[in-house]
């Protein structure tokens, strides 16, 4: 069985009471029911993971390597600034599908910028946690899975 890592970058540990104007009430514990569910319907697990350190980040990315079919990457503010995360990312050749709940572009200009974009299969954003699963699709359907049904 395939696994696929979901990553979230800094901050994201505060979903549910962060500007909730922007990012909503859903809650990292919630979009990690939403990505084992939404896997599932492929036969694929998930490790979902959550850091505030650039580093850690790269750590897993490189870890990925050989261990994940795929990764779905919301990078936070890192996402704009960080050309390690992006040599990481090319330097593993896993797929990667970038997410943001908000859609960055109607933002400030600085957040209109991604080094995640030009090294991802494509950037999913402006569809809060929904988002995550529309990732877990895509991935999905890149490395030829069948979404199953309730009978299985
Ligand atoms: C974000 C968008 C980023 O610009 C921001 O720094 C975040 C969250 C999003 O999910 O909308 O931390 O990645």
Redo the contacts with the bound molecule.
């Keep these: 069985m395939s696994s696929l890592l979901i990553l979230n970058?800094?901050?994201?540990n505060l979903l549910g009471t962060r500007q909730p104007e922007v990012?909503g009430r859903t809650t990292l514990a919630d979009i990690q029911t939403l990505c084992e569910a939404e896997a599932s319907l492929y036969g694929m697990t998930i490790a979902f993971a959550q850091s505030n350190h650039e580093g850690q980040m790269i750590d897993l990315i490189h870890a990925a390597r050989g261990t994940h079919a795929g990764i779905v990457l919301?990078?936070?503010?890192y996402?704009?600034t960080s050309v390690a995360l992006m040599d990481a990312i090319s330097s593993v050749a896993v797929p990667l599908v970038e997410v943001?709940?908000?859609n960055?572009h109607a933002?400030e200009a600085f957040?209109h910028k991604s080094f995640i974009a030009p090294v991802a299969l494509g950037q999913i954003?402006g569809f809060g946690a929904t988002g995550y699963a529309l990732a877990i699709q895509a991935l999905a359907t890149h490395l030829g899975l069948q979404r199953g049904n309730a009978d299985g």
């Excluded at 919301?74 to 503010?77: E, R």
């Design positions: 970058g800094p901050n994201l990012y919301n990078a936070g503010a996402t704009h943001h709940l908000s960055i933002r957040r954003c």
